[in-house]
């Protein structure tokens, strides 16, 4: 089946997002996040949209919402930007159809796992960061 489904692989690549291929020989961009590959304490979430991966993970790969923030070129962004305190995890493979996501305020991000509340905010030079990338950022409600 051209362009089907199937297990397309993850990660990787520019801005965190693996490529695919379409049948053509043509490269796809995948249209998820990484998912987890463990969920024990080493699992951290983004302070911006809130995606939920290893600490290793943003490390090799970045944010795949935040590429701006290039968590997977400067390590010391992932301690920065991302936390182990937060409550709840969400999947979600359809943002833009999932009322939940919606409600969460998630729905324009890519499918993948996201927390349902961080209580920190993001630092405030990566407040910077996303207002000179003309990126919103929303601190979390106190």
Not at 93 to 101: I, Y
């Amino acid at each position: 089946m051209k362009g089907g489904g199937g297990s397309g692989r993850r990660g990787g690549g520019e801005y965190g997002r693996g490529g695919r291929d379409d049948g053509d020989g043509d490269r796809m961009m995948s249209q998820f996040a990484q998912i987890p590959t463990s969920f024990g304490h080493e699992l951290r979430a983004c302070l911006r949209c809130r995606l939920v991966k290893t600490y290793d993970q943003f490390r090799e790969s970045g944010c795949e919402n935040c590429p701006f923030l290039e968590m997977d070129k400067e390590h010391d962004n992932v301690a920065n930007c991302t936390t182990p305190n937060f409550t709840g995890i969400i999947s979600v493979t359809d943002p833009s159809r999932s009322w939940a996501a919606r409600w969460l305020r998630i729905g324009r991000f890519i499918p993948g796992c996201y927390t349902l509340a961080v209580s920190e905010e993001l630092p405030e030079e990566y407040q910077t960061v996303c207002a000179d990338n003309n990126v919103q950022y929303v601190p979390p409600k106190r």
